[in-house]
T-cell receptor, first 117, second 122 residues
Framework: GENVEQHPSTLSVQEGDSAVIKCTYSDSASNYFPWYKQELGKRPQLIIDIRSNVGEKKDQRIAVTLNKTAKHFSLHITETQPEDSAVYFCAASIKGYSGAGSYQLTFGKGTKLSVIP | NAGVMQNPRHLVRRRGQEARLRCSPMKGHSHVYWYRQLPEEGLKFMVYLQKENIIDESGMPKERFSAEFPKEGPSILRIQQVVRGDSAAYFC????????????????????FGQGTRLTVV
């Protein structure tokens, strides 16, 4: 099945600096790659996603890049703010049964981002 | 639209009891996914359901765990004879039908998560 590796597991940055989180996936058939932010004790919330038909997507201070050949994708947060502190999860869709398409997400283990004021 | 609703938020069960976790998807969503999250870890897929059908249960233990999504009412994740290792946060997510955004390829639509049910087995 699909396997998603996420690095680093923890990341500390100074307020205003950039943060980069990287993920690799194993299933070349995966075509959807969302990123979720989870604050302590709360639900995961989608912050950005990218599909395999594009290589980059940007939404204000957040951008995601996808390299299908190398099977990796990255989250970039610029001008970090204290409220960006949270755990970030990358995920990849997995095609379940042959021809059926299961669409569930396989998640990385998460990156705990701390933005130091 | 109230979003994905899960209840209860917190559930305490003694070893050997049954736990029933409920999830009401967002209005108009027919796809429901259940994930389990252990402390300091990511979300592990358990089961994917559409109305009245289990599509993929490859992540769910074969014994003691079951899930349903009836025609009427919420999706239910049931854990029988709970053990301490079942203690975790259980999240439900829902989505619309996958879309054909690229010719010939159906892709995911956004999955919205509920607040989760934190199960503690004592």
């Amino acid at each position: 099945g699909e396997n998603v590796e996420q690095h680093p597991s923890t990341l500390s940055v100074q307020e205003g600096d950039s943060a980069v989180i990287k993920c690799t996936y194993s299933d070349s058939a995966s075509n959807y790659f969302p990123w979720y932010k989870q604050e302590l004790g709360k639900r995961p919330q989608l912050i950005i996603d990218i599909r395999s038909n594009v290589g980059e997507k940007k939404d204000q201070r957040i951008a995601v890049t996808l390299n299908k050949t190398a099977k990796h994708f990255s989250l970039h947060i610029t001008e970090t703010q204290p409220e960006d502190s949270a755990v970030y999860f990358c995920a990849a869709s997995i095609k379940g049964y042959s021809g059926a398409g299961s669409y569930q997400l396989t998640f990385g283990k998460g990156t705990k981002l701390s933005v130091i004021p | 639209n109230a979003g994905v609703m899960q209840n209860p938020r917190h559930l305490v069960r003694r070893r050997g009891q049954e736990a029933r976790l409920r999830c009401s998807p967002m209005k108009g969503h027919s796809h429901v996914y259940w994930y389990r999250q252990l402390p300091e870890e990511g979300l592990k897929f358990m089961v994917y359901l559409q109305k009245e059908n289990i599509i993929d249960e490859s992540g769910m233990p074969k014994e003691r765990f079951s899930a349903e999504f009836p025609k009427e009412g919420p999706s239910i994740l049931r854990i029988q004879q709970v053990v301490r290792g079942d203690s975790a946060a259980y999240f439900c997510a829902s989505s619309l039908d996958p879309q054909t955004l690229v010719p010939g390829v159906r892709m995911n639509t956004e999955a919205f998560f509920g607040q989760g049910t934190r199960l503690t087995v004592v």
